[in-house]
Structure formats: C-alpha cells, structure tokens
Nanobody
C-alpha cells in the first residue's frame, strides 16, 4: 500500500486542520491505520490509530482535540485537529500495518507516507 498525506499548513493557535491520507495499491480496511507526528531530534509519536474493526485509540496528550476517521469508499484516512496549540507543530505521518491490533510504536508499521507539516503559531 502507498500512502500520501496532505492538509498540513501554517495556522494560528486555536484554529483547526484536517489532514488526509490517501491510500493506493490496497484497501485501507485491511490495515490498521495510524497517525504519527515528529519534531526534529525526537522519536515519532503515535497520536491516533484505527484498526480493521474500526476501533479507535488516541494518545492521552491529544484526546478531545484529535479525531481519526476513515472513508473506505475514498480509501482515505483523516485526522481532524481542533484547538491547535503551538506544541502541535510537527511533521505528521500516516502509517499502515497489515495486522489485527494496531501497534503502539512506529516500528510496528511497515508502510509510511512522506508526511505533511503542521506549524502552529
């Protein structure tokens, strides 16, 4: 599966963004789909994931502000981010794993997009 993210940008604190991850080559319903973020010199941090059964999990740090969803007809996974804060500034990556239970760490995901930058000021 190939993944392409979009939707990042520069926004003011308090604003919202919706990131998109379009998949090709396979159907996202067969995968666990995760969103990660990374700032320079830090490890990738998982923020949200949705498994094959539609079960969703979030990192504690983003609960209430981040929402992951998927549209199987469009083969796309979304990450809605509300009430943006400067600490949300990062490169955001979409990832896929052909596995029942979503991995908790980035090394469990073999498929990655190129990332989309979110900058909050």
């Amino acid at each position: 599966v190939q993944l392409v993210e979009s939707g990042g940008g520069s926004v003011q604190a308090g604003g919202s963004l919706r990131l998109s991850c379009v998949a090709s080559g396979d159907t996202i319903g067969r995968y666990c789909m995760g969103w990660f973020r990374q700032i320079p010199d830090k490890e990738r941090e998982g923020v949200a994931a949705i498994d094959r059964d539609g079960e969703i999990s979030y990192a504690d740090s983003v609960k209430g502000r981040y929402t992951i969803s998927q549209d199987n007809a469009k083969n796309t996974v979304y990450l809605q981010i509300n009430s943006l804060k400067p600490e949300d500034t990062a490169m955001y990556f979409c990832a896929a794993a052909y596995i029942n239970s979503c991995p908790r760490t980035s090394d469990g995901y073999p498929f990655w997009g190129q990332g989309t930058q979110v900058t909050v000021s």
